[in-house]
């Protein structure tokens, strides 16, 4: 685990961290996330914080790529997510924005 999270810092470091967690921070904006989630409190999902806290030392980037595109309940409550397709948020930018949950 700990390779991993050295290979995810050595990422960021090299394509410049404040850049890829800036574009993070846009992407969860244009992509709309932020309708249903915010930073720090449950709105009508789970806030980042929580989602970073229940995943805190596994790889679950691919994992939760595939909720986010797919869309599911009940991990966090009744209320489902939709599906959010590359027309609503491009690969690299949903990469991004997972990328700034898991840090939260």
């Known amino acids: 685990m700990k390779k991993v999270n050295l290979l995810l ?8 961290s404040g850049a ?3 574009d993070g921070d846009a992407a969860l904006t244009k992509g709309g996330c932020m309708a249903c989630h915010t930073k720090d ?12 806290a ?3 030392g596994q790889d ?4 939760l790529f595939d909720k986010v595109r797919k869309g599911g309940s ?4 009744p209320i489902p997510m939709s599906p959010n397709g ?7 930018d949903l990469k991004d ?3 700034v949950i898991l840090k939260s």
């Not at 679950?60 to 994992?63: F, L, T």
């Not at 590359?86 to 690299?92: G, L, N, S, T």
Request: aromatic fraction near 10%; avoid cysteine.
């Open 97 to 99: 924005a997972i990328a």
């Open 74 to 77: 009940g991990v966090y409550g």
């Open 86 to 92: 590359p027309d609503k948020i491009a690969d690299q």
């Open 54 to 56: 229940k995943y805190k």
């Open 60 to 63: 679950v980037s691919a994992k």
């Open 9 to 16: 810092l050595a990422s960021f470091m090299a394509l410049g």
């Open 20 to 22: 890829a967690l800036a």
């Open 41 to 52: 409190k449950k709105l009508v999902g789970p806030s980042f914080k929580d989602i970073a």
